[in-house]
């Protein structure tokens, strides 16, 4: 847990509205917001005239009239005029002021020259490549403060130079811990927690911010949580982004009753906030709360109906309602505003999906990939839909990432399971299916799958072991995960009865096929079974029983898509792939 009880909460607050104040004049506006919504939660008295020396000092060295007419070019989204203004002007701030309007510039030509083709962004570098090699010039003279750092390595970044993109913003968050901005672009480019915690990062209490935003985003949700609850406890209780976090990390643990309440909360402390909208409503997708989605999306929509969540919300409302055609365009709208947007790709996938158009949702899960290599559900997407053109050697290589990615989430080896047994790596498939049983099966089919492969080997033991514990698995969840778990069930019971009669075992025979008779699907087996024992028992014991029913057939998952796996992932479980990691 964050060691974070010693804080004084009057500093922090004092740190939080100087980096708003340095944020706002440079219009790293959600920053800005990051800095004033954290501020703005801290219940704590701040001393006035120490609130008035913290302005933005940069800004009495500078053209006064120069940077004002720049940043109100800004607002007016003419960055090119901005850039203009300022262009010999050498401190600091005008600098970056000039440099990152030149940025934004060429960002809003390369998305306005996007073609109409979904996600084919123009990839024509050669500007930014230029003004990679004039940070790169600044960097080496040590010109560059904290925020012309964080530019610099998010050009890198789009030049795809991630080991330098790093480093550079491990200087930008050293130099400049407030800036949030810096810190999400460094999370982008950790690959795992080894590298997290090999990174130099400054010892600062946004570090402990940053490691649960990286920690939720590598699926470690515990240690995101301790951290967020640490900071919830110290005096941020108040503090949307903490809750919003919390929510999610419930989401993608696919505790729904918890994300939906913390969900709940947040939207009456923020009845107007749109951030992490979508994946509030990937929860009452897969809770199927039509109601609360229809009222989510009118009050999105009411908001700004121009917004990417927005569009994610009622894409998800129309997929609810089984509209698939209208869910993709409201998702296709998402990316229109916003081609990186990871939420819109993988839910376009899931669409295309039930609508079985493989070849377009491939498109898509790949696209999310580009945009985020540790999308799982991605992943895990493709699998499937290689798995429905019946190319498993394809399928397993997409489903062996998904679990790199999600390694103890039973879907994903249970996958990987179905395909060595379709390639006939028996062996591995086993082991597949006993580690998806032990980490916790979600859908609770693993054991099942493990006990018709023992019965296919011939492996009648392990099969009947196999058997009997899926059934107290099934008797202790309470419930049915799955639709076809009632037949499962039958057969498992079939097979006991059959399996004890041929050895005498009566009792046991007697009571498999007694519950076997409650069946339709098993009905008549169980009868034969117990008019066997029946008159064994007449007869005494000479008799020679039955031997084992080899007939029984071998129920197997098919090559069809199944309905709702990856729309639970990523929403929230059956993967929307809506839960989604």
């Known amino acids: 847990m964050a060691d974070i009880s010693s804080l004084d909460l009057a500093k922090v607050k004092e740190e939080l509205i100087e980096a708003h104040r340095e944020c706002s004049i440079r219009k790293l506006l959600n920053g800005a917001k990051w800095a004033a919504e954290l501020s703005s939660a801290l219940e704590v008295t701040v001393d006035p005239q120490v609130l008035m020396q913290k302005v933005c000092k940069e800004a009495y060295f500078c053209d006064v009239d120069k940077v004002n007419l720049a940043t109100t070019y800004f607002d007016l989204k003419e960055y090119d005029r901005a850039a203009h203004v300022v262009r010999d002007l050498t401190r600091p701030l005008p600098y970056f002021l000039h440099m ?26 050669s500007r930014l490549r230029n003004m990679k090699t004039e940070l790169s010039t600044k ?8 925020f012309g750092l964080y530019l610099y390595g998010v050009v890198l970044k789009k030049l795809d130079l991630s080991k330098m993109a790093v480093d550079v913003l491990v200087e930008a968050v050293t130099k400049q811990p407030l800036h949030w901005g810096a810190w999400q672009e460094l999370a982008s480019l950790i690959t ?3 590298m997290l915690l090999s990174l ?3 010892d600062h209490w946004v570090k402990w911010l940053f490691l649960a935003h990286v920690y939720l985003e590598l699926q470690l949700h515990e240690e995101a949580l301790d951290i967020y609850h640490s900071f919830i406890n110290a005096g941020f209780h108040k503090a949307t982004y903490l809750l919003a976090q919390v929510a999610t990390t419930f989401h993608n643990m696919r505790d729904v009753e918890q994300a939906v309440g913390a969900f709940g909360e947040l939207e009456k402390m923020d009845p107007f906030r749109l951030e992490n909208m979508d994946v509030y ?6 809770k199927e709360m039509r109601a609360e989605l229809a009222y989510l999306a009118h009050r999105c929509c009411d908001i700004n109906k121009y917004r990417v969540e927005t569009c994610c919300v009622i894409g998800n409302y129309y997929s609810l309602r089984c509209q698939h055609e209208k869910a993709i365009l409201y998702f296709q709208r998402a990316l229109r505003l916003n081609p990186h947007y990871l939420s819109a790709w993988t839910l376009m996938g899931h669409e295309y999906m ?6 377009a949702a491939i498109q898509a899960y790949r696209q999310a990939i580009e945009v985020n290599k540790r999308d799982y559900r991605a992943w895990y997407g493709l699998g499937q839909t290689y798995e429905i053109l019946k190319m498993p050697f394809y399928s397993l290589y997409y489903y062996r990432q998904a679990h790199v990615l999600k390694p103890n989430d039973s879907r994903m080896v249970v996958a990987l399971g179905e395909c060595y047994e379709k390639l006939e790596r028996l062996q591995e498939a086993k082991k597949c299916y006993r580690k998806a049983h032990s980490i ?19 492996e009648n033991e392990q099969a009947a072991s196999a058997y009997t514990e899926y059934i107290l698995d099934a008797e202790r969840r309470g419930y049915y995960p799955q639709v076809h ?9 079939r097979y006991l009865a059959n399996f004890h009669w041929s050895r005498r075992q009566l009792d046991e025979a007697y009571a498999a096929a007694q519950k076997c008779a409650e069946y339709a699907e098993t009905r008549e087996d169980a009868k034969v079974i117990l008019q066997q024992i029946q008159s064994l028992r007449s007869q005494g014991e000479g008799s020679t029983p039955a031997r084992l029913d080899d007939s029984m057939g071998s129920l197997t998952s098919g090559d069809h898509f199944r309905p709702g796996e990856p729309r639970a992932f990523g929403r929230v479980t059956p993967v929307n792939l809506k839960f989604t990691p």
């Open 200 to 202: 130099p990062l400054p």
């Open 139 to 146: 960097h080496q003279q040590r010109e560059l403060d904290g």
């Open 440 to 458: 916790g099966d979600v859908e609770g089919g693993a054991l099942y799958k493990l006990a018709k492969l023992y019965e296919r080997l011939s």
């Open 354 to 359: 039930e609508m079985k158009n493989t070849p």
């Open 281 to 286: 409503s990937n929860l009452l997708y897969v």
């Open 192 to 194: 795992d927690r080894e």
């Open 100 to 125: 990152y309007a030149q940025y934004l510039a060429e960002e809003t030509r390369r998305l306005d020259n996007t073609s109409d083709s979904i996600g084919q962004v123009s990839q024509d570098n």
């Open 485 to 493: 778990t009632h037949d499962e069930i039958s057969q498992a019971y």
